[in-house]
């Protein structure tokens, strides 16, 4: 199977302490994408990585990749109680359905995150 | 732009009864996925079309379920008959291909139980 696996499974901080969720994967990605769900909502893209790089940031978020190992990390810096919600990374392998090359998203259980105020 | 719109938000039915759910796309983009969030089996890619042509449906359960896009700005899953285990969150979401990488935009899900 092509899914992510998050760990942990729940993380619970608080508010101003870094939070760490951890992704790993089974087969080859193009790349390797965080969303976030706030309860009762949809999914929002957070960061994306390509399989050619290692590391990416984006204000508070910090994401790692090591192809080598087959895993990524994201990292919430100085969480704050709105970071509360669930994180899900998602791989991307390319396939050639219909003609047409496109990247299939791939979703792990995902972590839910507490951030105590 | 309004984002991807769903309908109805949330929707309870009894077992056997037809369901369909709808869904807007955002202007302009040319993917369009149906996905499936259970407590158990997570989110599920069901279906996605690109330009209103079904491209990979392998995640459709059962011949139960049916998804059409009759244009660039519509879509419904279909579910007849419904049965207890359908009970899930069904999300849309869209793409474009030109954006970097298929990051994908989500609706806010339909809340769907089947009693």
């Known amino acids: 199977s092509q899914q992510g696996e998050e760990d942990p499974q729940a993380l619970s901080i608080q508010e101003g302490e870094n939070a760490t969720m951890n992704c790993s994967y089974k087969?080859?990605?193009?790349?390797l994408q965080w969303y976030r769900q706030n309860s009762g909502r949809g999914l929002v893209h957070l960061i994306l990585i390509r399989s050619n790089e290692r590391e990416k940031h984006s204000g508070r978020l910090r994401v790692t990749l090591d192809t080598s190992k087959k895993s990524s990390s994201l990292l919430i810096t100085a969480s704050r109680a709105a970071d509360t919600a669930s994180y899900f990374c998602?791989?991307?392998?390319?396939?050639?359905?219909?003609?047409?090359?496109?990247?299939?998203?791939?979703f792990g259980q995902g972590t839910i995150l507490t951030v105590h105020p | 732009d309004a984002g991807v719109i769903q309908s109805p938000r949330h929707e309870v039915t009894e077992m056997g009864q037809e369901v369909t759910l709808r869904c807007k796309p955002i202007s302009g983009h040319d993917y369009l996925f149906w996905y499936r969030q259970t407590m158990m089996r997570g989110l599920e890619l069901l279906i996605y079309?690109?330009?209103?042509?079904?491209?990979?449906d392998s995640g459709m359960p059962e011949d139960r379920f049916s998804a059409k896009m009759p244009n660039a700005s519509f879509s419904t899953l279909k579910i007849q008959p419904s049965e207890p285990r359908d009970s899930a969150v069904y999300f849309c979401?869209?793409?474009?291909?030109?954006?970097?990488?298929?990051?994908?935009?989500f609706g806010p899900g339909t809340r769907l139980t089947v009693l």
């Open positions: 087969t080859s990605i193009n790349n």
């Open positions: 079309f690109n330009n209103n042509v079904p491209i990979d």
């Open positions: 979401a869209s793409s474009a291909l030109l954006l970097s990488y298929n990051e994908q935009f």
């Open positions: 998602a791989t991307v392998h390319f396939s050639n359905a219909g003609g047409t090359s496109y990247g299939k998203l791939t």
